[in-house]
């Protein structure tokens, strides 16, 4: 049965309504980009900027004590092979958990769950110890292969894969492939959606994160863009132009990549059957 006429124009408007609250705050950002400190701290609303000139953007991209550029480049090493790894190990743990017909599988499922519960801030006090014993605190090493571990990743494929037809794979068995061969060619070619999808969440986690950055990269040749924001605020006062202009550039490459992954995304999260 086909919906009213009425009832899809009040659905369109709610839909605008949500799309609109979601996006003020990316409007908020690139006006605040394009405005003085006055212009943004005047107790009147403005909804649009008072300069459209690129001083700022300028001031940003050249300030060698906040060097965002090379911030841009180190979140995006860190964001892509975290995304790489993460998607490799998920895999092939995911993969395990849902055709390895042992009795201990049940429980590795289990406990893999478990971890999800306990909020990621926990564990950072021993893993800095680790990553501190490995002479890894300032290295890309010790930005990424601490990360590379997703349960949630991990349960997401174990959930594809139980979905996936066995048949595709003992046809492989058949024709004389082992079950490592069987895995890369027959089974990953067809979870393209579920990997953009976990790639995607990844990405975008590995691009905003901030609290391990920032135990970890101490010196400005590891330093990721979130941590090169936080040096327009100090306590002498907050560098209010810069700092939503710097965000603007930031959240640029996520955007992009969101934009070109997005059908992957929902795809892989219907396939997943998670909710």
Excluded: C
């Amino acid at each position: 049965m086909k919906p009213s006429t009425p009832m899809l124009i009040v659905r369109y408007i709610a839909l605008v309504i949500v799309a609109a609250i979601f996006l003020l705050p990316f409007w908020v950002i690139v006006r605040n980009a394009f405005s003085d400190a006055a212009w943004i701290a005047s107790p009147q609303w403005h909804w649009l900027p008072n300069q459209l000139n690129l001083d700022t953007v300028t001031r940003v991209l050249t300030n060698d004590n906040v060097p965002i550029l090379g911030s841009l480049v180190n979140s995006a090493i860190v964001s892509v092979l975290q995304t790489a790894g993460t998607i490799i190990i998920a895999l092939m743990a995911g993969y395990g958990m849902a055709r390895f017909p042992i009795r201990p599988a049940r429980w590795v499922t289990v406990l893999t769950l478990l971890t999800l519960m306990v909020p990621a801030t926990v564990t950072f006090v021993p893993s800095f110890v680790m990553v501190s014993s490995l002479g890894w605190i300032s290295t890309f090493r010790g930005l990424i292969i601490p990360t590379m571990f997703s349960a949630l990743a991990a349960y997401m494929f174990r959930t594809w894969f139980t979905g996936f037809p066995r048949e595709l794979e003992e046809a492989a068995m058949i024709d004389g492939a082992n079950r490592w061969t069987t895995f890369w060619r027959v089974v990953v070619p067809n979870a393209t959606g579920i990997i953009g999808a976990v790639g995607t969440i990844t990405f975008i986690g590995a691009w905003n994160a901030y609290l391990w950055p920032l135990l970890i990269a101490q010196d400005h040749d590891t330093r990721t863009i979130q941590l090169t924001l936080s040096q327009y605020m100090t306590s002498q006062g907050v560098r209010i132009p810069e700092l939503f202009t710097g965000a603007l550039i930031s959240i640029i490459p996520v955007v992009i990549v969101f934009l070109v992954l997005q059908r992957y995304l929902v795809q892989g999260v219907e396939q997943s059957g998670i909710d």
